[in-house]
């Protein structure tokens, strides 16, 4: 094997990303001044243990960064307790379960069709905890949790905990109605922020820390600016249960380097989140109605399709799921295939669904104007009234006009990566 290969696949990887379309909603792009935190010293270090409380000696830098990162997040989330060790959105919610919950302790989630993440479930995080799921009953047309229904199941099973967020996210979630019966059953609220954490911070989605819940997760690299890895909020009550859940439970090292960039991406979060958050959901709106016009099924009709930075649609006209993910990527247009409520776990490999998201795109300027333009591109695709090769062509006009980050301390050119050869 020619062990030179593998810098050549970087470049090109690297390469399609430029002149594509990223529409995942679970990714981002982060800016230069984030990003460059990777390559510092910061990730050769180690530092176990709390700012000031550490077991290695070198960290005096390390402190006074993280305590930057903490008193940031509490400011953006008005959270009372910060912890940002989590290296990931699935070891945030494993801390979390372990601080609140006790083995054989029942909570009560979202099911994976109906947007609950594989975390949430006795496949992921909750089943290392040795928890036993239960599922809020879901009104599909709504595309919302039955308060009526959870309330008389709440009362039947009494849950310890109820996990709130999703990965399939359109519209704020229950939080105030769910913590009602909470207290009555002397159970805690766990939202899980993972996909929303920088439309919360922008002040555009439901404040769920204010609303009623406990402890609020989440990935920093969705809708956030972050590198990948995680926060959680709680009330003061619980800070001392969460730290410990999370070292020396789940983490040893935090990973420094991408702590770092963490800390900076707040910084931009607090001076341009408003601002791009604000756009990131009239982008989401746009493309969902122009979809919605020109025909598709778009999910949440009765409810404006969206109020995130997700659009979903039901594509079983088209070939289902897979296949028009498949097509789309080969016109450059990267998304998801994805469970709709109306799915089983069955379908997982063909599901009715697609699912977009717009944030990314946003960091990189575009506005209505383009999420019109691109509406029509996957209509096209999917109906195969533009063939993947010309509408790869004009994926790749559209985006050589969006090529800078945007919603940082100076726009800069967003795909250059260091050389590695
Ligand atoms: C993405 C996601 C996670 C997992 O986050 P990672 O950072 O990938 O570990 C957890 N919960 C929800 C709701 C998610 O969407």
Redesign the pocket.
């Known amino acids: 094997m020619d062990y030179g290969q593998i810098f050549e696949i970087i470049g090109r990887h690297h390469r399609f990303y430029a002149d594509s379309l990223p529409m995942i909603a ?1 990714e981002n792009i982060t800016s230069k001044f984030v990003r460059r935190c990777y390559v510092s010293d910061l990730g050769h270090r180690y530092a176990e243990g709390k700012v000031g409380e550490r077991y290695y000696q070198g960290c005096t830098f390390i402190d006074e960064i993280e305590s930057i990162a903490i008193s940031l997040t509490k400011e953006l989330f008005e959270a009372e307790h910060a912890n940002v060790q989590p290296i ?6 494993t801390a979390a379960f372990f601080a609140l919950t006790k083995p054989g302790d029942r909570v009560m989630a979202l099911s994976v069709p109906c947007g ?2 594989i ?2 479930d006795t496949v992921s995080s909750a089943g290392i905890r040795g928890l036993r799921v239960s599922y809020y009953p879901f009104d599909n047309e709504a595309f919302e949790i039955d308060i009526d229904e959870t309330r008389k199941l709440a009362m039947k099973e009494k849950p310890r905990l109820f996990i709130l ?3 399939l ?1 359109l519209f704020p979630q229950p939080v105030e109605e769910i913590s009602e019966i909470a207290n009555e059953i002397g159970a805690r609220v766990v939202y ?1 922020a ?2 929303v954490l920088g439309l919360i911070a922008g002040r555009k989605f439901q404040q769920p820390m204010r609303e009623g819940a406990d402890v609020m ?3 920093t ?2 809708t956030f600016f972050g590198p ?3 926060v959680i909020l709680s009330t003061g009550e619980l800070a001392d249960d969460i730290d410990r859940a999370v070292f020396p439970g789940v983490v040893s090292n935090h990973h420094l380097n991408t702590l770092a960039g963490y800390a900076i991406s707040a910084i931009e979060m607090k001076l341009f989140g408003e601002d791009y958050a604000d756009q990131v959901v009239r982008n989401a709106k746009r493309l969902a109605e122009r979809l919605s016009e020109l025909g598709v099924n778009v999910v949440g009709e009765n409810r404006g399709f969206t109020e995130s930075h997700q659009v979903a649609a039901d594509v079983r006209e088209f070939g289902g799921g897979a296949k028009v993910a498949e097509k789309l990527e080969s016109a450059g247009i990267v998304l998801n295939k994805n469970l709709l409520p109306w799915d089983t776990l069955k379908d997982t490999a063909n599901p009715s669904g697609i699912r977009m998201g717009v944030q990314e795109l946003t960091r990189l300027g575009m506005k209505e104007g383009e999420m019109e333009e691109i509406a029509g591109i996957i209509h096209g695709v999917m109906t195969d009234r533009i063939s993947a090769e010309k509408a790869r062509e004009r994926v790749r006009e559209l985006k050589s006009e969006f090529s800078t980050i945007k919603y940082t301390f100076e726009e800069h050119p967003a795909y250059e990566f260091p050389d590695l050869c």
Request: proline content about 0%.
């Open positions: 679970s990931s959105g699935v070891v945030a919610n609950g993440h975390s949430h967020g999703s990965s996210i899980d993972s996909h997760t989440g990935s690299h969705k990948q890895r995680a």
